[in-house]
């Protein structure tokens, strides 16, 4: 994978976490009884902010001062 498209990548991710975190607000402001469905979807932000911080890790090279 090339930097361009680890790039573009971390941005779809990006854009995932923060939709994750809008769908996980709005199910808890409904107060409904599905937090299965809520649990998953904080596994899957999860799963992505692990992701995302990786593919940081890898663009950001470590300076040594």
């Known amino acids: ?9 971390l941005a ?3 854009v995932e976490h923060r939709d994750l975190d809008i ?3 709005a199910l ?3 107060g409904g009884p599905d937090q299965l469905q809520v ?15 990786q593919i940081e890790d890898y663009l950001t090279p470590d300076i040594i001062a």
């Open 1 to 9: 994978m090339t930097e361009d498209e680890m790039r573009k990548r």
């Open 39 to 53: 649990a998953r979807l904080k596994k899957r932000k999860l799963r992505l902010r692990d992701q995302i911080g």
């Open 12 to 14: 779809s991710l990006k």
């Open 23 to 25: 769908a996980i607000e």
């Open 28 to 30: 808890v402001q409904a």
